[in-house]
């Protein structure tokens, strides 16, 4: 069992006070040491007051000094001497039901041992006193026999006082936490196991996700059908469309380019898969479609989040450009933004149909504003309309150093 | 019997031409009336040659192919062709009607046509409203992320997820959201049939606001209530019968 915080559910505490200590697992060191200095100094200065006490009544002054180290050194021995046994002992890294019965021996030989201290100190004080019973007495009466029942039942009960105030001191509540920290760890582990489960699960969808929303089923099988259908008829366009479909795919899905995927994918390399797609797509439609890409060298390496480019190019294409007959334009484009240079612009304009008043599904977009928001919060601006000109006008606006970070 | 009557629909070329060539091939005695490029194409071909049969393209520009058959009302056989076979698709197990992945194989078109067939011979042309009843309802149950509404000379979406409440003034449906304000021409009952009822509710005959952003109710008099929202300064009115709703807070 190692030392160092224990998680906060396996916590368990000795006092259920929520002191900083108890944190640690107990009878380690780190426990110890900590247990030792909060509780000593309770215990030590209640220690030190039998000698101011002392000095106080008999006038002595070196005698309050010689009774107050030696109360006071008790009272240490007290809260430190079985839980540091119990810590060599847990140190020694025993097999379980050894140390066990060691850490158990310990507090127990602690409480003895402190209890002899105690009396030593106490007996010092009432000898300097020189009257009165000594402790010794008391005890000895107390087994003795001829004193009335109500002194054996006061003594009884002073008897007990003490007994709990050595056990608690001595950390015998702390073994109940003890003795039961290998259930909670196990369901500690259990827990976080699961969690993680989930988490990973989460990852999983989140990927599968991506990869469905890379190649949109609608386009894939769309292209393989345009394809299927000019291979007799027009085997050159049937052929170019297989092709720039193959580098769609290739920029898509960088792990089928056979090497690791781009840990930080490029607004460059998001410009070319958009390219690649347009160029299927005006394949398809048959040349009713044309393109601008405009990405100005400066900006070519600046990291980009994947997927939020091609998903407003296809959302654009599907409700804006798929949806209107004729000839169609549409254009990605990215800047510094004239109003802001420290921003990034990122535009999707077509002159489709345009945006219809009203509820819309829009699961595409959706999907871009909230991976926005999530790799850039407040800081990423996304907005869709349709200008009085008519089309669509897509815009990403990121600053600058939002993406470098 | 006299030639079947088709019409295909498919805005792609190429597929529309491929799939009329080898529709003609695996049954010759089709008549091929109309080939249509888009939705109203295939509306304005369906109530003029009102076809025995008809391949239409689920995605299509301007109206789609399910719009289109439903509103020609005119009794045909329909086979839609899809490319990907969504949740939608299933509703069509369910009705009378065939549908075609595509790419279109010659064996899946065979067995079309021979289920065509059938049904041409046992008469009752099955014009496929239960299935569209389904895929409306589907689409009806689908949630909505955003309003398209004119704010100044454009039209801007705006995710629903920040709106915090319509209002119906004159002419307009106000929309109001935590960054925006904008005008939609569309009515708060029909709005009202499409929101989420769990995150919008109506609480006034011209107000429906965002259930979580309401902060605090108004006494203003005699049975008068106002709502104070979070994210504007403006308060909506309640009405005596929906105020109700809003018990506890």
């Not at chain 2, 398209?148 to 629903?160: D, H, Y």
Request: hydrophobic share 45%.
């Amino acid at each position: 069992m190692g030392t160092g915080m224990l998680p906060g559910d396996v916590v368990q505490g000795e006092f259920g006070t929520g002191w900083y200590y108890e944190r640690f697992s107990p009878f380690t060191w780190d426990w110890v040491w900590r247990r030792t200095i909060l509780l000593g100094a309770l215990a030590v200065p209640f220690g030190a007051m039998l000698g101011i006490v002392h000095g106080l009544f008999a006038h002595r002054l070196e005698e309050g000094m010689a009774v107050g180290w030696r109360s006071a050194v008790s009272m240490l021995f007290i809260v430190a001497l079985g839980p540091s046994l119990a810590a060599m002992v847990r140190n020694a890294a025993w097999p379980r039901r050894r140390e066990v019965a060691g850490v158990v021996a310990c507090v127990a030989i602690g409480i003895v041992a402190s209890w002899s201290a105690r009396t030593l100190a106490l007996e010092y004080h009432d000898q300097l006193m020189g009257e009165g019973f000594t402790t010794l007495d008391r005890v000895v009466h107390l087994f003795g026999g001829d004193w009335p029942i109500h002194s054996l039942l006061e003594n009884g009960t002073d008897l007990l006082a003490t007994l709990t105030v050595h056990a608690v001191g001595g950390g015998a509540l702390a073994l109940r936490s003890y003795l039961d920290e290998p259930r909670r760890l196990r369901n500690h582990a259990e827990q976080r196991e699961l969690a993680q489960l989930r988490l990973s699960n989460l990852a999983a969808e989140a990927r599968l996700a991506v990869l469905q929303a890379q190649v949109e089923p609608h386009f894939l099988f769309n292209t393989l059908a345009t394809a299927s259908a000019t291979i007799d008829t027009d085997p050159a366009r049937a052929r170019d469309l297989i092709l720039a479909l193959s580098q769609y795919l290739r920029a898509t899905l960088p792990s089928w380019r056979g090497g690791a995927s781009p840990v930080r994918p490029t607004l460059a390399e998001q410009f070319d898969l958009c390219r690649r797609y347009l160029e299927v797509m005006a394949l398809r439609l048959g040349g009713r479609l044309t393109f601008v890409v405009s990405l100005p060298e400066t900006l070519a390496t600046v990291p980009f989040p994947s997927l939020l480019l091609i998903s407003l190019v296809e959302n654009a294409v599907t409700h804006g450009i798929e949806a209107k007959s004729g000839a169609v334009r549409i254009e990605l484009r990215a800047q510094l933004s004239r109003d802001d240079p420290t921003e990034l612009e990122v535009l999707v304009i077509d002159d489709g149909v345009g945006l219809d008043e009203g509820l819309v599904e829009g699961t595409g977009i959706s999907n871009v504003r909230s991976q926005l928001a999530m790799l850039h919060g407040a800081a990423a601006r996304f907005r869709l309309e349709s200008p009085p000109e008519g089309g669509a006008r897509a815009s990403i606006v990121l600053p600058m150093a939002a993406l470098n970070a | 019997m006299s030639r079947p009557v088709a019409i295909v629909a498919e805005d792609e070329t190429p597929q529309r031409e491929a799939l009329k060539r080898l529709l003609c091939d695996v049954w010759p005695e089709v008549d091929v009336r109309a080939e249509c490029g888009d939705g109203f194409e295939t509306l304005e071909a369906l109530n003029l040659h009102r076809p025995d049969v008809a391949f239409i393209d689920i995605r299509m520009p301007g109206l789609s192919g399910m719009l289109a058959v439903a509103q020609a009302c005119v009794p045909v056989h329909v086979v839609f062709t899809t490319a990907y076979a969504e949740h939608a698709v299933q509703a069509f197990d369910q009705g009378a009607v065939d549908y075609l992945l595509k790419p279109v194989s010659r064996e899946r078109l065979q067995s079309a046509v021979a289920r065509l067939r059938d049904r041409l011979v046992g008469g009752a042309p099955a014009n496929g409203d239960g299935a569209l009843a389904l895929l409306r309802a589907h689409e009806h149950a689908r949630k909505m992320h955003w309003i398209s509404a004119t704010v100044g000379n454009a039209v801007r979406m705006i995710p629903l997820d920040e709106v915090l409440f319509f209002q119906s003034s004159d002419k307009y449906t106000r929309v109001v959201s935590l960054r925006t304000e904008a005008v939609i021409r569309t009515s708060l009952k029909e709005l009202l049939s499409r929101l989420d009822p769990a995150e919008f509710w109506q609480v006034h005959r011209g107000v429906i606001v965002r259930v979580a952003a309401v902060r605090a109710m108004h006494a203003v008099g005699g049975e008068r209530y106002e709502l104070g929202l979070e994210g504007t300064s403006e308060r909506l009115p309640v009405s005596v019968a929906f105020k109700s709703r809003f018990r506890g807070m």
